[in-house]
C-alpha cells in the first residue's frame, strides 16, 4: 500500500498531485491509518457512495465502467505499443457480457437480516441447501427431513407437501426470502495480457498502480479503479473474482480466483491453466454482484456502452445483455488517439497545500532547481528574478522554506507572468474521428462537430469538443439528447447540474433556427448534443464524479464550441428548409401535372404532351420566381 | 333546359380558356363563386334564396388550391365525356370514377365522396349548368301518383296506371314531358307513408291532384318535377308536413331554396308553395293535443332558428304558429290523424283544408 507512512516521504508519488487526486490519496492514507482497527471491507462498505456504488442501479455501471476503462486503458497501450514497433495496430476490442445468475431464496435466520445460505429447488418436491454457489451434501436424511451443516449451525428442511419446505436454523424457525438480484458482468479486451505474478496485485489491491500519481489525461480519474469492482462483488455476493489473462508469449491462459483481505491484501483462491481464450492476448474479468440491470434509458449498460463506443471511435464493443441480446459498435477509426503525455505543475493553477507537499518531495537540492525542474514553464531568469525580490536565497534547500516564504512565493508565482502550461498533455477524440462516429452512431442527415485549441484555466490545460447532429434517424419527439464526456467517459448522472448542460442552457437556439425550444433551453427534435472535455484535471461537482463544475471559462469554451457548430447547423438547416419547401411545392405541382393535362385535353381536345410542356414552363417560371402565391404559401 | 351541346361547348370554353392561361406562361385560376352564408342572402322581392356575386380564384400553382382545382377539372372532363355518349352516372359513381392515386405518390385525387360531391356543384357554379345537365345524377327516391301521362326516355308513362308503387321519381327530371296533365293541383308530402295511405285511398282520383312524396327533405329531382309542374302547367303546389320545426323547414326549402343549393334557386324553388301540413289551430280542431311529442333540446333549438330566418320573420301567420308550438313545447305528427280513422286525413281533412282554402302561404 502505497500510504505516506508506508512508503515514507522520499517515494516522490506526490509529485503531480491535485486536489482530487489528493481525496483520493487521503482515503488511502485514512485505509493505512486505520487498518489496524478498520478492515477494508468495513472502510469500503462505509464509503461505497464515495466511490459510485450507491444504488444498485448505478453499482451495475460502475462496476462495468472501472472494467472498461480498464480494458481501454490496457488495450490502447497495446496498440500504441505496436505502433511504435511499426507492428501491425490491433485495435481495442472490449467483450461485455451480463447475465443473470440464477436468483432464487435465502435462508435468513431468526433474529438477523444476513441470509445465510441459499435454498435452490433441485427436483419436483426436492430442495437443497447451497452455500456460494456451490451445493451442500445434506449430512443427514430422515424421512421427510433433511439437515445440513452451516458454519457450525444446524439447517433443517422438513417438506410438509406445500410448495416450499419449511427450515430451521438451530431448531427455531427461519425466514425464507427472495433473495436480491445477482448478475455475472464479464469483460473481456484483447489487450497485453498481465504477467501471471501482477495479477494478484492489479485486482486484489485497492488503489495499487500509478494513475492516480499522475498529471495527464486519464480515464481511471473517474474512480479508484478495478479494485473497487471486485470488492463491491466480495461484499455483496461473496462470490471472488475471476481473472484469466493470457500474455502473447505465454501459450495458455491463467485463470485466478481471488478476493481482497482486510489488510488490503490479495487473496489467491485458485489458479488454473486454461488453453480457452478469446483472444491471442489479453484479459478477462468476471465477478458476481448484486446490482440491478436496466435494458434502456439514460443509465443503462447499453447507453454507457454506445456512448463510450462514439468516443471511442478506433475501439469496438460487443455488449451480450442478460437477455442475450447482442450488440455491437463497431470500430469507425484507423487511427489511435495520441497518447497522453504526463506534464508538471504549473505555477498559475498551484495551491498552498500542493506546493508545500511538493517542496517536501522534491528530489531538487535548491529552491530555483525546483521551481526550473519541478514546475512547468518556470526558467531559470524568471526563477532567479522571483527569488530576488521575495528576498529567498535561491540556493536554500526547499524543505526549509518557512510558512511565510511559502505563501510569498505562492503569491509571486501565481502573478509571474508565464507561458501557459503545454497542451500536448491532452488527447483529444479529433474532428474526423468524431464526425465518423457520430454518423454512424445516430445516421443523422447532418454533423457538426469541432474540436477546439487547448486552453488553460488555473494553469490547467484542457480543451472542449463538441458536435450536433440533426434529423436522419434521430428521434424527433422530445427534447434533443445530450451525450455529456470527461475524458472520452460518458457521463450520466446528475446532468442538472453539469456545466455542459448550463452551455446548451445558456445558447440562444432560436437563433440558429432551431425551431423549437423546450423551457429549460434544450433545443426540442431530433438533434443529439455532445460535449466532450479533456483535461488533466476535471473539476467534477461531487465526489460521484458525474458532472463537471461550472467554471466559468469552462461553460465559456463549451459556448463558443457549441456556438460553432450551430452556425454550421443554421446554415445547412435555412437552406434546407428553403430546399424542402420548395421541393415539396415543385414535387407537388408535378404530380398533378399528369392528371390536370389530361383532363384538359379531354376537354379541349389538344394534346397531352402539349399542354405537359406548357405547364412545365409556367412550372419553371414559377419556382425560378417566387409567385405572389408561392410566397403566402411559404407561410 | 340547355341542349347537350351547349353544356359541352361550355365546358370545351372552360379548358380553351385555362390552357390559354398556361400557354401565355400564367398561372391557371378558375373563377368560383363563394358559396358561404356570407354570399347567400333572401331576395323580398323574388322571395328566393339567391347567391352573391363573390367569387374566388383558385390556381393550380398553389399549394392549398391544387387539390380542388384538379379535382373540378376531373368532374369537368369526365362529364364531358358523358354528354358525348349520352350516359349519366350517379354522384357516388363520380367519386369512384375520380378515385385514383396520382402516379409516384400517396396521393389520391379524392378520398372522400363529400370532395365529389363539392367538386359537382362548383362546376355547376363555373359553367352555370346544373348537375343534371352535365349528366350526373344523385340517387333516385320518390314516387308520385295522379292523371297525368308523361313521355320519359321514349316511353309513355301513365301515372294513373302504376299499381301501388307509383311511379318511381328519377333523379333527374329535366327530360320529362308532361303529354296529358289532368289534375288541379298537386299534394308534396315528406313521408312515403302518408303517401301511400293517400295512394290506398286513390285521393288523386277523388280530389283530381298528383300525389308525391319523398322521404324527409325533397330531392333536386323531386323539386324540379315540382316546380316544372308549376311552371308549366300551373298547378298550385301543396305541402303537407308535421306540426315540426323540420317538416317546416321542408315546406322552407321548397318554397324558398336553400342555402347549399342557392345558386339554382331559380329553378328548383316553387314561391307559391303553400303550407297543408298540421297547424296549431288543426291540433285543436282535431283534439290531437294528447298525441304532443315532447321537445327535446335540439327541437326547441330547431325552431328558435327558423323563427329568425329572413323569410318567416315578417310573416305573422307563421309567427304565430311558432309562438303556439313554443308554449306547446311540442310537436304532432301527420300520423295522429289516424286516431280519427283510417282514412280520416283522405275523406276530412285534406278536402276540408283545400276547400277552406285553410294553408298558409
Redesign the interface.
Known amino acids: 500500500m502505497k500510504t505516506k507512512e508506508k512508503s515514507g516521504k522520499n517515494k516522490n508519488f506526490w509529485v503531480g498531485e491535485n486536489l482530487v487526486i489528493k481525496k483520493y490519496v487521503d482515503i488511502a492514507e485514512e485505509l493505512g491509518s486505520q487498518m489496524k482497527a478498520v478492515s477494508v471491507a468495513e472502510f469500503f462498505k462505509k464509503n461505497k457512495h464515495l466511490l459510485g456504488f450507491d444504488n444498485p442501479l448505478k453499482s451495475m455501471l460502475m462496476v462495468v465502467k472501472e472494467a472498461v476503462d480498464n480494458s481501454l486503458d490496457a488495450t490502447e497501450e497495446y496498440a500504441h505499443e505496436c505502433e511504435k514497433k511499426k507492428r501491425e495496430i490491433e485495435f481495442p476490442e472490449i467483450k461485455i457480457q451480463i447475465s443473470k445468475e440464477e436468483h432464487g431464496l435465502v435462508i435468513i435466520p431468526p433474529g438477523s437480516d444476513v441470509p445465510i445460505a441459499d435454498l435452490i429447488k433441485t427436483g419436483k418436491r426436492n430442495w437443497d441447501v447451497m452455500l456460494l454457489g456451490k451445493k451442500l451434501r445434506a449430512s443427514k436424511v430422515e424421512g421427510n427431513t433433511k439437515l445440513y451443516n452451516v458454519e457450525g449451525r444446524q439447517i433443517k428442511l422438513i417438506f410438509t407437501g406445500a410448495k416450499k419446505p419449511q427450515v430451521y436454523v438451530d431448531n427455531e424457525r427461519a425466514k425464507v426470502a427472495e433473495r436480491t438480484l445477482k448478475y455475472k458482468v464479464s469483460i473481456t479486451d484483447n489487450g497485453p495480457g498481465i504477467v501471471e505474478e501482477n495479477i494478484p496485485k492489479v485486482f486484489g489491491k485497492l488503489l495499487y498502480g500509478s494513475k492516480f500519481h499522475r498529471l495527464r489525461q486519464s480515464r481511471g480519474q473517474q474512480g479508484i479503479g478495478i479494485s473497487s469492482a471486485v470488492l463491491y462483488a466480495q461484499q455483496t455476493t461473496g462470490i471472488p473474482a475471476k481473472i484469466t489473462s493470457k500474455i502473447r508469449s505465454k501459450k495458455k491462459a491463467v485463470t485466478i480466483t481471488l478476493s481482497i483481505a482486510d489488510n488490503n491484501e490479495p487473496i489467491v483462491h485458485s489458479k488454473e491453466y486454461t488453453d480457452e481464450f478469446d483472444y491471442e492476448h489479453g484479459t478477462k474479468i468476471e465477478l458476481v454482484i448484486e446490482a440491478d440491470y436496466r435494458e434502456s434509458g439514460e443509465k443503462s449498460v447499453f447507453e454507457f456502452i454506445r456512448r463510450t463506443s462514439i468516443v471511442n471511435p478506433h475501439a469496438s464493443f460487443i455488449l451480450i445483455e442478460p437477455n442475450k441480446k447482442k450488440h455491437v459498435f463497431k470500430r469507425t477509426s484507423n487511427k489511435l488517439p495520441r497518447e497522453p503525455t504526463e506534464i508538471k505543475p504549473h505555477p498559475h493553477g498551484l495551491e498552498f497545500g500542493q506546493l508545500k507537499d511538493l517542496l517536501l518531495a522534491t528530489k531538487a537540492k535548491t529552491i530555483k532547481s525546483f521551481l526550473v525542474h519541478d514546475l512547468s514553464r518556470v526558467s531559470s531568469n524568471m526563477a532567479e528574478s522571483i527569488l530576488k525580490k521575495l528576498d529567498i536565497d535561491s540556493n536554500k534547500k526547499p524543505n526549509d522554506l518557512t510558512r511565510q516564504e511559502i505563501e510569498k512565493l505562492l503569491r509571486a508565482l501565481h502573478k509571474a507572468p508565464l507561458q501557459r502550461p503545454p497542451t500536448d498533455c491532452l488527447s483529444p477524440i479529433g474532428k474526423d474521428a468524431l464526425r465518423k462516429s457520430i454518423l454512424a452512431d445516430t445516421k443523422a442527415e447532418f454533423v457538426a462537430v469541432i474540436s477546439r485549441k487547448p486552453t488553460v484555466y488555473k494553469g490547467i490545460p484542457f480543451l472542449v469538443e463538441a458536435a450536433i447532429a440533426y434529423g436522419g434517424e434521430i428521434k424527433s419527439e422530445g427534447m434533443a439528447q445530450r451525450l455529456r464526456y470527461a475524458n472520452k467517459i460518458p457521463l450520466l448522472y446528475d446532468a442538472s447540474g453539469c456545466a455542459t448542460t448550463k452551455a446548451i442552457q445558456e445558447m440562444n437556439w432560436k437563433q440558429y433556427k432551431v425551431q423549437s425550444v423546450a423551457q429549460n433551453g434544450v433545443p426540442m427534435g431530433p438533434y443529439v448534443i455532445l460535449i466532450h472535455l479533456a483535461s488533466v484535471w476535471v473539476p467534477y461537482t461531487s465526489e460521484g464524479k458525474s458532472a463537471i463544475a461550472s467554471y466559468p471559462d469552462i461553460i465559456k469554451e463549451m459556448k463558443l464550441a457549441l456556438q460553432d457548430c450551430a452556425r454550421k447547423l443554421k446554415s445547412y438547416l435555412s437552406a434546407n428548409i428553403r430546399e424542402r419547401i420548395k421541393a415539396q411545392r415543385v414535387g407537388l405541382f408535378e404530380a398533378y401535372m399528369p392528371e390536370l393535362a389530361t383532363a384538359l385535353s379531354k376537354l379541349t381536345n389538344v394534346k397531352e404532351e402539349e399542354i405537359k410542356k406548357s405547364l412545365l414552363n409556367v412550372l419553371d417560371k414559377i419556382s425560378s420566381v417566387k409567385s405572389k402565391e408561392g410566397e403566402k404559401n411559404e407561410k | 333546359m340547355k341542349s347537350r351541346k351547349d353544356i359541352d361547348k361550355k365546358?370545351?370554353e372552360?379548358?380553351?380558356l385555362?390552357?390559354k392561361e398556361?400557354?401565355e406562361?400564367?398561372?391557371?385560376y378558375l373563377d368560383v363563386p363563394i358559396r358561404s352564408l356570407s354570399n347567400v342572402h333572401f331576395n323580398p322581392k323574388t322571395k328566393l334564396i339567391e347567391l352573391g356575386d363573390a367569387t374566388s380564384k383558385r390556381?393550380?400553382?398553389?399549394?392549398?388550391h391544387?387539390?380542388k382545382?384538379?379535382q373540378t377539372?376531373?368532374v369537368?372532363?369526365l362529364a364531358?365525356?358523358l354528354l358525348n355518349v349520352d350516359k349519366h352516372l350517379s354522384l357516388r359513381q363520380v367519386f369512384y370514377a375520380m378515385r385514383?392515386t396520382?402516379?409516384?405518390?400517396k396521393?389520391d385525387?379524392v378520398d372522400e365522396q363529400t370532395e365529389s360531391n363539392q367538386a359537382v356543384e362548383d362546376l355547376e357554379l363555373i359553367t352555370g349548368a346544373s348537375r343534371e345537365e352535365l349528366h350526373i345524377n344523385a340517387n333516385k327516391n320518390g314516387a308520385a301518383a295522379g292523371k297525368i301521362i308523361i313521355k320519359d326516355k321514349g316511353d309513355i308513362i301513365d301515372w294513373s296506371k302504376l299499381g301501388s308503387g307509383g311511379w318511381a321519381i328519377p333523379s333527374n327530371t329535366e327530360g320529362i314531358e308532361f303529354q296529358k296533365v289532368d289534375a288541379k293541383f298537386v299534394i308534396y308530402m315528406e313521408k312515403a307513408a302518408m303517401w301511400e295511405r293517400l295512394h290506398e285511398d286513390r285521393v288523386w282520383e277523388k280530389l283530381k291532384c298528383v300525389i308525391i312524396a319523398s322521404q324527409g327533405q325533397a330531392t333536386r329531382g323531386i323539386r324540379r318535377l315540382l316546380r316544372r309542374l308549376n311552371d308549366e302547367h300551373g298547378l298550385p303546389v301543396y305541402v303537407l308536413t308535421d306540426f315540426d320545426p323540420y317538416g317546416w323547414y321542408i315546406y322552407s326549402v321548397l318554397k324558398f331554396g336553400s342555402i347549399a343549393l342557392a345558386h339554382i334557386s331559380r329553378k328548383l324553388a316553387i314561391p307559391e308553395a303553400k303550407f297543408l301540413g298540421l297547424t296549431a289551430e288543426d291540433i285543436k280542431k282535431y283534439k290531437l293535443e294528447k298525441q304532443k311529442i315532447k321537445f327535446k333540446e335540439v327541437d326547441l333549438k330547431r325552431l328558435s332558428q327558423i323563427k329568425e330566418y329572413d323569410w318567416f320573420k315578417e310573416d305573422k301567420r307563421w309567427q304565430r304558429q311558432f309562438k303556439l308550438m313554443k308554449e306547446m313545447k311540442g310537436k304532432v305528427e301527420l300520423d295522429a290523424l289516424i286516431t280519427r280513422g283510417i282514412s280520416f286525413v283522405s275523406e276530412k281533412y285534406l278536402p276540408e283544408k283545400i276547400k277552406n282554402k285553410d294553408w298558409i302561404d
Open positions: 365546358l370545351e372552360l379548358g380553351k385555362l390552357y398556361i400557354k406562361g400564367k398561372n391557371p390556381y393550380f400553382f398553389n399549394v392549398a391544387i387539390r382545382f384538379v377539372l376531373e369537368a372532363a364531358k365525356e385514383k396520382l402516379p409516384g405518390t396521393i385525387i
